[in-house]
């Protein structure tokens, strides 16, 4: 557990900007009536940040021994 | 049903098509699931895998997500993806959350949710009980939802080409499709589910249909997805730009319109994040079913993923649906069949029904089970053991009893959902119906997370809480849901309980501007959360209470007390394999025995020793089969136990925690040990250095010594051995050796000069000195040296200084020495020699400057070592002890100063000695 502290840190992170993108008030600045090659922007802006989180939990879990100094040490 | 089309009957949509097609697909899961029981009994698990893994979590996705997001988005635009959003977040926060969650449940044999929370606080088979009713209750119109969703989409599609089903509410029950999709549902649930009992209630074949059944609606709703975006319409762009042009439909893109919030954006999204912990089917799947805390690492995106690809379509979907039916009264949470059915596309058609029961079969399948085990292990198992008959017949195999048990419960639990699809099914909408299951399930966070995080939480207190929390649910979400069908008075919704206006279900104690969800949302869990810890702190934990706290609060920490170092007691250990026997069956019993026997190294299982270990391991074994407050009650019936206090339990989790604390310490002092042989080393290292330099330093001395002695004692010989020396010779002689005794003598004066220096023993004189005059003095001392050689001596010196601590001898030892050494080097008849003092940057300066052959750069610094001189050793004879230098130096650094010397070779040399005129306290630097 100790070695992935890191990991569980930077979850932690998306999640905290994940949280504030999806809702109140952030999410009122992209719920206006416009659109992006055609589609709402809101629904353009939900999904982005979306897959915007889920590509950094994705990054977050799958290579934490590249950015964790404590793991490439050897595992103190 | 009525036809309102022309009624050629099709060739695809025909009820025994349906009902075949629906028959392969199920044998095709129930062949799956067959197939990974089997491998996993060989033990191959096909589900050993992080993407089954993440998979099976889609089980999240039920035909709400597959008909009801279309309705729910017809009605409400982007309104529906909070419930994807909010899992989606809970994942990231999966990384230790349910990490600890499965770590505990793993480490305490933990079957189900109910047996989480009754475990946590102290095996409690009240509490244990409390949560059952309350996930049955709450989990029923979440089954009503699946019901009826797949009962709606049969009777939809065999009444093709019409779109709408006509669905008489008072159909006698025989007559009723749901009543037989329930039956089947069951029938199938507990072949799946209950065909043998698992020690740990895993369940290897049903995960990996349930893993297959995610792939299979996905697919059957992309395809639809595809088909009406790109099909229907010519992509996103055009199915936007067509509703757009619609008024009315243009308002459904926006989050916050109409009587849409962004509160209840936010408490949708919250509601959803408790959902994907707690609900039974989740908890069953992502906690008990879970094979590898590694696969976790996966499912943390991937499941997510799987969400956001599922929910891509569905807005499209609902648009096309609004834009193709519009004013045909065809209900929104069958658009996914009817635009195909519409369109004349009957394979897609099936295809999209076969996957609705896909999404159907798999959550009603896993929340049964779910259901069925709590409501064995933590409702039926504890009465019946309460009845004490049962106890006492210690021969009886009970394990085929609680099959039964779990049987019942899987039909039972589809009735009630049918039944209340029955009472209060056509009110609502799928999502609507599904946001009140979620309401309640919401209940156990407090317990949960509580027990998680705080040792403080009390059975009482979860009690108190679970109760406040569902009673208030049901008050302003159930029982309102009963009212709407008509079922209860709506005076009850419209004008509150007794008609008092305060107590309206939906605007309870006046609070208005909320809807239904996060009205009830905030009045259960604010009552819950309250109740929790209040009643938590008006007492101090028992002794049970503290060890279960410790158990699950400490989960992830590496050193934790086992459960059996708190237990104290004697037993005997066939009464123990007995009574494991009786509800695992003999055969199971005796196989886990002699596999714990192997472990300790005993030959035979009637030799074991019925020790805190073993009574601790058949607990355990016990607690997989019927929940741990069962089982703690069924071993404290066999074995003569002595309750620990909660003074001693204190005890032992304190001993846990010194030993925690002293492998620290251990940890700690390994580490400074590591240090400190580090620093040992570089300690050797330097004296292996100063040795050299020791014996380098005694060379040097002896080979000085050695000099003068050498020529003393060849002109001594001389002397004595030839009386007959010319007198004029043996005054020169006489003279030479006077000469280099005196020589040997400064040497001898200077080493023991230099040693006491730099061992700290030299004796200073510190005073308030005048360094002009002591540089005139010295000057005067030296006056004969330049006369002998006719070198000329200019004195420059700055008057009004101010006076400087110091020791007056050794200072004019330092200038006498730069002096000499001047005079030296200067050539002898032209030779001049200039001594400066000044004042530069808050200090003192002597320079001493002559015009000899100057010094080399690479020499500049080598003539302040010992014994190293100026100039090439090996061709020009040293003309002095090579210690002057080094002592100067020695003595200007002793008050703070510095020494230096400023040459380019012809040019001459200035030396320079520099002392500060602030904090020359020789003292401070010694």
């Known amino acids: 557990m100790q070695r992935t502290m890191l990991t569980v840190q930077r979850l932690v992170a998306v999640f905290l900007a994940g949280f504030v993108l999806f809702n109140y008030p952030i999410l009122a600045l992209f719920d206006r009536a416009a659109t992006l090659l055609g589609v709402p922007l809101v629904f353009v802006y939900l999904f982005a940040v979306w897959a915007l989180v889920i590509a950094a939990m994705a990054w977050v879990v799958e290579h934490p021994e590249r950015h964790d100094g404590r793991e490439r040490s050897g595992g103190g | ?926």
């Open chain 2, 1 to 926: 049903m009525a036809a309102s089309g022309a009624g050629e009957a099709s060739p695809v949509l025909q009820s025994p098509i349906v009902i075949g097609a629906s028959a392969v697909y199920l044998a095709l899961l129930f062949a799956v699931a067959y197939w990974g029981d089997k491998r996993a009994d060989e033990g191959r698990s096909v589900i050993a895998n992080p993407t089954i893994y993440a998979l099976s979590m889609a089980v999240y996705c039920t035909t709400w997500t597959y008909y009801g997001s279309v309705g729910r988005a017809a009605v409400t635009g982007v309104g529906f993806l909070p419930i994807y959003l909010g899992p989606t977040l809970v994942m990231a926060l999966g990384g230790f959350l349910l990490l600890k969650m499965i770590r505990t449940a793993k480490a305490n044999r933990i079957t189900s949710i109910a047996d989480f929370i009754a475990s946590r606080y102290g095996k409690s088979q009240l509490l244990g009980g409390l949560v059952t009713v309350i996930a049955v209750i709450g989990i029923v119109p979440y089954i009503a939802l699946q019901l009826k969703a797949v009962a709606s989409s049969y009777d939809l599609i065999v009444g093709y080409p019409a779109l709408k089903a006509v669905v008489e509410s008072n159909e006698p029950v025989l007559a009723d499709t749901t009543f037989w999709i329930a039956l089947i549902l069951a029938a199938f649930t507990i072949l799946f589910g209950t065909r043998h009992l698992d020690a740990t209630e895993r369940h290897e074949g049903m995960v990996a249909a349930v893993a297959l059944e995610s792939v299979v609606k996905l697919l059957a709703f992309g395809a639809v997805g595809l088909f009406v975006t790109y099909g229907l319409y010519d992509g996103f762009g055009d199915v936007f730009a067509r509703a757009l042009a619609d008024e009315r439909l243009a308002k459904l893109t926006a989050v916050a319109a109409g009587n849409r919030s962004y509160a209840t954006w936010f408490s949708l999204t919250f509601l959803a994040g408790l959902a994907i912990l707690f609900l039974p089917r989740q908890f069953q799947v992502t906690v008990v079913e879970n094979v590898s805390e590694a696969h976790l690492k996966r499912a943390i995106w991937l499941f997510p993923l799987y969400l956001l690809l599922i929910n891509l379509f569905v807005l499209p979907i609902a648009l096309g649906g609004l834009m193709r039916f519009a004013g045909q009264g065809v209900d929104a949470d069958t658009f996914v069949l009817t635009l195909p059915m519409a369109a004349q596309q009957e394979w897609l058609a099936l295809l999209v029904f076969v996957g609705g029961l896909s999404a159907a079969t798999g959550m009603v399948i896993v929340e049964t089970i779910a259901l069925s085990t709590m409501v064995c292990n933590d409702l039926v198992m504890p009465l019946l053991l309460r009845a004490r008959a049962l106890a006492l017949h210690a021969e009886h195999d009970l394990s085929g009893l609680l099959l039964r048990i779990r049987r019942g419960a899987i039909v039972v639990i589809l009735l009630l959902g049918y039944l209340y699809f029955r009472l209060a099914g056509d009110a609502y909408a799928l999502v609507g119906i599904g946001l009140i299951s979620f309401s309640a399930v919401a209940q156990f966070a407090p317990a949960m997370i509580g027990g998680m995080y705080w040792r403080g939480g009390t059975r009482d207190g979860a009690l108190a809480g679970l109760l406040a929390g569902f009673a208030v649910w049901a008050y302003t979400l159930l029982l309102p849901s009963f009212s709407k069908s008509g079922w209860m008075p709506a005076s009850f919704v419209s004008d509150g309980l007794f008609g008092i206006e305060l107590l309206k279900p939906h605007q309870l104690f006046g609070l208005t501007g909320l809807d239904d969800i996060s009205h009830c949302l905030f009045w259960s869990l604010a009552a819950n959360v309250g109740a929790y810890i209040a009643v938590s702190l008006m007492r101090a934990p028992t002794a049970a209470e503290a060890s279960q706290a410790t158990q699950f609060v400490d989960a992830l920490k590496t050193t934790r007390p086992v459960g059996s170092a708190l237990w104290r007691g004697s037993a005997d250990a066939a009464e123990l394999i007995a009574l494991v026997g009786r509800f695992l069956g003999p055969a199971r019993a005796q196989t886990a025995f002699a596999a714990y026997a192997r472990r300790h190294d005993i030959a035979d299982v009637a030799n074991l020793e019925a020790d805190a270990d073993l009574v601790h391991y058949a607990e355990s074994l016990l607690a997989g089969a019927i929940g741990s407050a069962s089982a703690r009650a069924m071993v404290a019936s066999v074995a003569k136990e002595e309750p620990l206090s909660l003074g001693e339990v204190m005890n032992i989790l304190d001993e846990a925690s010194q030993l925690r604390s002293y492998s620290r310490e251990l940890e700690r002092k390994s580490r400074q040990l590591e240090d400190a042989t580090g620093e040992l080393k570089a300690a050797n290292e330097r004296l292996r250095e100063l040795d050299r330099l020791k014996d380098d330093f005694m060379a040097s001395v002896s080979h000085e010594l050695r000099t003068p002695l050498t020529s003393i004692r060849a002109f001594s010989e001389i002397l004595r051995d030839d009386p007959k020396t010319a007198l004029q010779d043996r005054e020169r002689f006489l003279s030479i050796i006077v000469s280099e005794t005196e020589r040997l003598t400064r040497l001898v004066n200077q080493i023991l000069d230099m040693a006491k220096i730099e061992s700290g023993n030299a004796e200073w004189l510190v005073e308030e000195v005048d360094l002009g005059g002591i540089v005139e003095q010295s000057a005067a001392a030296t006056s004969q040296l330049f006369r002998d050689k006719n070198v000329a001596l200019e004195l420059d010196l700055a008057g009004g200084l101010p006076l400087l601590r110091g020791d007056r001898d050794r200072l004019m030892q330092v200038v006498i020495n730069l002096l000499s050494n001047a005079v030296k080097f200067a050539p002898a008849g032209a030779g001049k020699v200039h001594v400066r003092l000044f004042r530069a940057q808050g200090e003192l300066r002597v320079s001493v400057s002559d015009n000899g052959p100057g010094i080399r750069r690479e020499d500049q610094e080598v003539i302040f070592d010992r014994f190293r001189q100026g100039g090439d050793s090996m061709t020009s004879k040293p003309t002095g002890t090579g210690l002057g230098l080094p002592i100067s130096r020695k003595i200007v650094e002793y008050f703070s100063g510095r020494l230096w010397v400023e040459s380019e070779p012809g040019q001459g040399a200035s030396f320079i000695f520099s002392l500060p005129l602030q904090n020359n306290e020789g003292e401070d630097n010694a």
